[in-house]
């Protein structure tokens, strides 16, 4: 079965600097996607960065970049120049890429604090 | 609106009633998921459909729990004989693709369920 583990309930992080969330997961499958979502107080959840596990080039969406290590099964998060907005928690997930669901199994999360 | 739509976003029942909660996709989209989000935890996959076929129920918790989608667009979460331990958020996800990972999911705010 798929797991997917965050070892890091909380962090904190100073305005403008960087932080990095970990996150590992556990699949027989050889190709997957990685998602990291961020989840507000709004509940909503907002996806935030994806990468195809077949891709060896490391996903960046502006500020959010990942480091992807397929062998190691570990999927960080970056969050560069941290803003008071990205409080947020933060969720990684994965999804197979076929079959008769693409559903999203996610870690437990970590809660990201960004002090000014 | 463009969004997911889910209603109520708050339901208290008291343990034994029945209670219904609705999603509203977005408009054309083909697949459409119910996860449940336990206090301080990451949500977990309830069902699946694609249009109304209910392709994938394997994260329902019990028989009290039902999911329909009859025409294809707006679901309803059923959950019969409330239990405490179905406190819970209840949140509902769609996308336009009809079997693989590559599109994401968009997520509504959620119901946040209630049982006394």
């Known amino acids: 079965a798929q797991t997917v583990t965050q070892s890091q309930p909380e962090m904190s992080v100073q305005e403008a600097e960087t932080v990095t969330l970990s996150c590992t997961y556990d699949?027989?499958?050889?190709?997957?996607?990685l998602f990291w979502y961020k989840q507000p107080p709004s509940r909503q959840m907002i996806l935030v960065i994806r990468?195809?596990?077949?891709?060896?080039q490391n996903a960046t969406e502006n500020r959010f970049s990942v480091n992807f290590q397929k062998a190691a099964k570990s999927f960080s998060l970056k969050i560069s120049d941290s803003q008071l907005g990205d409080a947020a928690m933060y969720f990684c997930?994965?999804?197979?890429?076929?079959?008769?669901?693409?559903?999203?199994?996610f870690g437990t999360g970590t809660r990201l604090q960004v002090f000014p | 609106g463009a969004g997911v739509s889910q209603s109520p976003r708050y339901k208290v029942a008291k343990r034994g009633q029945d209670v219904a909660l609705r999603c509203d996709p977005i408009?054309?989209?083909?697949?459409l998921f119910w996860y449940q989000q336990a206090l301080g935890q990451g949500p977990e996959f309830l069902t699946y459909?694609?249009?109304?076929?209910?392709?994938?129920k394997s994260g329902l918790p019990s028989d009290r729990f039902f999911a329909e989608r009859p025409e294809g667009s707006v679901s309803t979460l059923k959950i019969q004989r409330t239990q405490q331990e179905d406190s819970a958020v209840y949140l509902c996800?769609?996308?336009?693709?009809?079997?693989?990972?590559?599109?994401?999911?968009?997520f509504g705010d959620g119901t946040r369920l209630s049982i006394l």
């Open positions: 996800a769609s996308s336009p693709n009809t079997g693989n990972g590559f599109q994401p999911q968009h």
């Open positions: 699949t027989s499958e050889s190709d997957y996607y």
């Open positions: 408009s054309g989209h083909v697949s």
């Open positions: 997930a994965y999804s197979i890429i076929f079959g008769n669901t693409d559903k999203l199994i």
């Open positions: 990468q195809e596990a077949y891709k060896q």
């Open positions: 459909f694609q249009n109304e076929a209910q392709l994938d």
